[in-house]
């Protein structure tokens, strides 16, 4: 079936370090990927996204490329900031379906 | 912004009880969702409901569970009778239509199971 791996954390950064957190997919189809941030008390956001293969998600100085050759979805940045901790979730999406299939989420911990 | 939101946030019950977790959707939002995530596991699919009733359900979605609009605003998820394996965090989720339309989360119900 259609799961998500995404790396185990918690990430622990210093502020203004570089974020990668990986997140690779199986699919039986051609999935939308996606990435959710949920800040402390707050539900899930939906921080980035992308269609097709090689599409680059972006949003608030985070990054995602749709990788099909690697099935993979890394979340990067390049200078975390300590408003970023929070958990981000990978989440993939078939085509037709409206429900995504999530990965456990990793906590982010950025540091003063 | 309008935002879902979910009461209480955090709740604690005795096996073998019934517990009703609830929503409030974003106000013209029309499809409804729950889903569970089970600590250090991956958040997972429960059910989803549209037009007062559901249109899908998981596995995990078995008779113990069931789902209500019971008025214009409220969503609620039950549990009729409550196992130890049911602690898990509960995410409620609204979306304007069906299909690619962005799903927007609440902040979770922790129910913890003793």
């Known amino acids: 079936g259609d799961s998500v791996t995404q790396m185990e954390g918690p990430v622990t950064l210093s502020e203004e370090a570089f974020l990668t957190i990986n997140c690779t997919y199986t699919a039986t189809g051609y999935p939308s990927l996606f990435w959710y941030v949920q800040y402390p008390g707050e539900g899930l956001q939906l921080l980035l996204k992308?269609?097709?293969?090689?599409d680059k998600g972006s949003n608030k100085g985070f990054e995602a490329t749709y990788r099909k050759e690697t099935t993979s979805f890394h979340l990067e940045k390049g200078s975390v900031q300590v408003s970023d901790s929070a958990v981000y979730f990978c989440?993939?999406?078939?085509?037709?379906?409206?429900?995504?299939?999530f990965g456990r989420g990793t906590s982010l911990i950025v540091h003063p | 912004e309008p935002e879902v939101t979910q009461t209480p946030s955090h709740q604690v019950t005795q096996m073998g009880q019934e517990v009703i977790l609830r929503c409030v959707p974003i106000s013209n939002h029309l499809y409804f969702y729950w889903y569970r995530q089970i600590l250090g596991q991956k958040v997972e699919f429960l059910v989803s409901f549209y037009n007062n009733e559901i249109s899908e359900k998981s596995e995990i979605f078995d008779d113990q569970f069931s789902v209500e609009r019971p008025d214009g605003s409220n969503f609620t998820l039950k549990i009729r009778s409550t196992k130890l394996e049911d602690s898990a965090m509960y995410f409620c989720a609204s979306t304007l239509q069906g299909g690619d339309y962005e799903q927007y989360f609440g902040p979770g119900t922790r129910l913890t199971v003793t």
């Open positions: 989440a993939l999406r078939i085509k037709g379906s409206y429900i995504p299939t």
């Open positions: 992308a269609t097709k293969a090689d």
